[in-house]
């Protein structure tokens, strides 16, 4: 919810809830049919894996259903995969009408004229985030388009959640919620017996599994449904826990690649495991390089007679069409209309690329330089980082592409004051920690600035990231900061109750021990000296006044210089850069196989420094 809503309605929301603990999100959750049935216009969000796709299905055919499903909605439902969209724009009208048109469906374009204008259609958008991201912008305004002209249907769009989405209006933003300990329980209970029969055993493989998600490697990764259905297809041949989310994804490919030969003499003579896995591999990255998900045959075909042209060895080799028919049988690449393939889930894709990378250890430093704020290379990045045996060298680089990032002298100023006003606290905070908590109260004492929705969106966008980092470092003062970072002097309040929440506020950020003991105090002195000096009538020029006062009131013994919080939206994006590269970084270290002691503490102090 944070990355969509407006910045000053959360504060609202988290004025009126006094505290954000981690009960209000299980308080908030629905069922997801509610959710839709209830609203309109929906997109829905969520991890790689979650279901989002999975949901549209369901959603479809319980529309198909009529008065016997539970969709309250009589609408004739129409999937449209916005993977197809390659081009520049989006032509909705003729993407609805274009697998209608090969059904042989009559008169086809006066009835679904008359549905839309009747609002008799339930269309659901799936995957925005496979969209080029050059192309995004213009999509999401051709969709908004399309609504606007035909308001009267229902709409449902799924996304990645990291991706380019930047809000569509008339649209209910909700959230893929990560199952609980419960439902991952249910959920490998339900999937097991897909791959494992019932047994006198099958209770143990069950707590076998239940027992290794809780291991420190896995407990603290996203257990989606696509992730848990593969490990349980890996387990049921394996018997084993692979060491990693990323080796859950490699054992699955080999197994794809091998368990298929097995039983088919013939695809033993077209190429080996190995030299499959690299075909692949360098077929998901050129993808992957150009965001492509679904790929022509033409493009298909060159790339597979390019590397068997390049390889040694291969006396009698297979034919482009053989190839392609054995990485369909074996369940890698999906064919559709034998015109178009693509990878059997995009996180097969991903994995492969992140195989790519690590195999071609030369590549990783231009990967970084061109992608490494690149949404949609994210999920690679972590399943590089869980490949390569050391991961000293990806961090060290990544580093690097953070420093480079920074380029506004007012943004190094800002970043040396919250290295500078932490560095003498006495804390069981680690420094990167402390810097971290103070560049949030200076974000947020930033958003006080803000004039524009534009603005404020982006200051609002890189405090949250920076929020996300301090999860990592520290979830527990994460948590108290989300808490208590509640002050905006923008929101209508009376001013007497305005200086008693900053009062309030200032005090919970001492229990934080971010800052000095002496600048508290002073903070605090100097804002209890602005009481009488509360406007008793309603000037506006008064209050103006009043609220800088405020605000001038938590700069001074902050030390914190006002032109290093006055941001330009440019200053703002880059700030976002910098603290995503952050965060990947920590996300990275966490998956990773390996890094050296050395080398990560030498990152993490460094970290937030110019």
């Not at 994995?351 to 992608?371: E, K, M």
């Not at 399943?383 to 380029?407: F, K, P, S, T």
Request: hydrophobic share 40%.
């Amino acid at each position: 919810m944070r990355y969509v809503e407006s910045p000053k309605t959360l504060k609202q929301i988290h004025r009126q809830r006094r505290s954000r603990n981690h009960n209000r999100r299980a308080s908030g959750l629905q069922p997801a049919l509610d959710v839709v049935n209830s609203k309109q216009y929906v997109m829905v969000l969520g991890e790689p894996g979650c279901g989002k796709s999975t949901f549209l299905r369901a959603l479809g055919l319980e529309a198909l259903k009529g008065s016997e499903g539970n969709y309250r909605r009589q609408c004739f439902p129409l999937l449209v995969p916005l993977r197809h969209c390659q081009a520049p724009s989006l032509d909705l009208q003729a993407a609805i009408c274009d697998p209608l048109q090969r059904c042989d469906f009559p008169e086809l374009a006066t009835i679904v004229t008359a549905l839309l204008n009747q609002g008799r259609l339930l269309l659901l958008l799936d995957g925005l985030d496979e969209v080029p991201s050059a192309n995004q912008d213009r999509i999401q305004q051709d969709i908004q388009t399309f609504v606007d002209r035909y308001p009267k249907n229902r709409f449902v769009i799924s996304c990645r959640k990291v991706s380019g989405y930047t809000g569509l209006r008339r649209f209910t933003t909700t959230e893929v919620a990560p199952p609980r300990s419960k439902e991952v329980a249910t959920l490998l209970r339900q999937q097991l017996p897909l791959f494992l029969s019932y047994g006198s055993d099958f209770i143990d493989h069950l707590k076998t599994l239940v027992v290794s998600l809780n291991l420190p490697w896995m407990r603290d990764n996203q257990h989606t449904p696509l992730f848990l259905m593969v490990l349980c297809w890996v387990y049921s041949y394996t018997q084993r826990i692979p060491s990693s989310p990323s080796a859950v994804y490699q054992e699955a490919v080999e197994l794809l690649l091998e368990n298929h030969r097995n039983h088919d003499v013939s695809l033993r003579t077209i190429l080996k495991a190995d030299l499959e896995k690299a075909l692949l591999a360098e077929i998901a990255f050129q993808g992957l390089s150009t965001q492509m998900i679904l790929y022509d045959r033409a493009t298909l075909t060159h790339l597979i007679q390019e590397f068997l042209d390049e390889t040694v060895d291969l006396d009698d080799p297979p034919t482009v069409q053989q190839l392609l028919d054995c990485f369909c049988y074996q369940g890698i690449l999906v064919a559709q209309e034998g015109q178009t393939y693509a990878f059997v889930h995009r996180a097969v894709q991903e994995y492969l690329t992140a195989y790519y990378l690590a195999q071609y250890d030369s590549q990783i430093g231009f990967l970084i330089q061109d992608r490494i704020t690149d949404l949609y290379w994210r999920e690679v990045f972590l399943l590089l980082a869980g490949q390569v045996d050391c991961g000293d060298r990806l961090l060290l680089l990544m580093e690097e592409a953070a420093q480079q990032v920074i380029q506004s002298d007012r943004l190094r100023g800002l970043l040396r004051w919250a290295d500078q006003s932490t560095t003498a606290v006495t804390s069981s905070l680690k420094p990167a920690t402390r810097r971290v908590a103070a560049l949030a109260v200076a974000l947020d004492r930033a958003l006080d600035l803000t004039r524009t929705l534009q603005l404020d969106a982006a200051i609002d966008y890189a405090l949250h990231l920076n929020l996300d980092l301090a999860g990592l470092l520290e979830p527990r003062l994460a948590a108290d900061l989300d808490r208590i970072l509640m002050l905006d002097l923008d929101v209508e309040h009376p001013l007497a109750l305005e200086l008693d929440e900053t009062l309030e506020t200032v005090m919970e950020i001492k229990k934080l021990q971010v800052f000095a003991d002496t600048k508290i105090a002073l903070l605090v002195s100097r804002l209890k000296r602005l009481r009488p000096q509360i406007p008793t009538t309603k000037d506006s020029q008064a209050q103006k006044a009043f609220t800088q006062q405020v605000l001038q009131g938590w700069l001074g013994p902050l030390e914190l210089e006002l032109d290093w919080i006055r941001l330009t939206e440019a200053e703002a994006i880059e700030l976002q850069r910098y603290l995503y590269i952050n965060l990947l970084i920590e996300e990275c270290r966490q998956v990773a196989v390996r890094v050296s002691r050395s080398v990560w503490q030498g990152i993490e102090a460094r970290m937030l420094i110019v």
